[in-house]
């Protein structure tokens, strides 16, 4: 079956632009997780839902990111006036409810130059 | 910032070599989870392990969830090229339910 998608797969923002990135989880995977990697590093936490309900976005770095899942499947990763210590993969992963099993899409590279 | 100590940080090795990898933590993880990660890709799960002190294989992988729930290891059995990647250990904290990655073991075989 379809693993976990992501688009853009790069993406190139001049800073101060506002930037979205997409994530389909697997069908049928109540819990999806948004990650961010930066070069050399693994994956840091950036928020956490189930369902439509963001359970968790301790892992945000500053009030320009802003994550949602209107409808419990597609969720979109927004970066308001970014800036270059954005620069990192973005990483969905999606899982099923209760299960720590996270499967990973591919990322989105995002530079900002 | 991240509670995993993976080590070691990188490894060179001969094809057909036995590989060993392992994580350490100050906290108690309640899931230890083994992910591989090529350039360009997302991590792959590997080997998930749920209790203490059990022992799991996939293939030619062998994980153990450590007795202390406070560290893993992770052996590779005669490397093949295709074995070359980051491999990701990921620990669920005990105290707040969250998965932490450490920041990778970069396996090189050599020619």
């Known amino acids: 079956g379809a693993g976990v998608s992501q688009s853009p797969r790069y993406k190139v923002a001049k800073r101060g632009q506002d930037v979205a990135l997409r994530c389909d989880p697997i069908s049928g995977h109540v819990s999806l997780f948004w990650y961010q990697q930066a070069l050399g590093q693994g994956p840091e936490f950036l928020t956490y839902?189930?369902?439509?309900?963001?359970?968790?976005k301790s892992g945000l770095p500053s009030d320009r990111f802003f994550a949602e899942r209107p409808e419990g499947s597609v969720s979109t990763l927004k970066i308001q006036r970014t800036q270059q210590e954005d620069s990192a993969v973005y990483l969905c992963?999606?899982?099923?409810?209760?299960?720590?099993?996270?499967?990973f899409g591919p990322g989105t590279r995002l530079t900002v130059t | 910032g991240q509670q995993l100590n993976q080590s070691p940080q990188s490894m060179f090795i001969q094809e057909g070599e036995d590989v060993s990898m392992n994580c350490t933590s100050s906290?108690?993880?309640?899931?230890w989870l083994w992910y591989k990660q090529d350039p360009g890709e997302g991590p792959v799960l590997l080997i998930a392990?749920?209790?203490?002190?059990e022992l799991t294989s996939n293939g030619r992988l062998t994980a153990q969830f450590g007795i202390t729930r406070k560290d893993s290891f992770l052996n590779i059995s005669a490397s093949i090229p295709s074995d070359v990647g980051i491999y990701f250990c990921?620990?669920?904290?005990?105290?707040?339910?969250?998965?932490?990655f450490g920041k990778g073991t970069r396996l090189h075989i050599l020619p």
């Open positions: 906290s108690i993880f309640n899931t």
């Open positions: 990921a620990g669920r904290r005990n105290r707040d339910d969250k998965i932490i």
């Open positions: 392990l749920y209790k203490a002190g």
């Open positions: 839902f189930q369902n439509e309900a963001q359970l968790d």
């Open positions: 992963a999606s899982s099923l409810v209760k299960s720590y099993e996270q499967y």
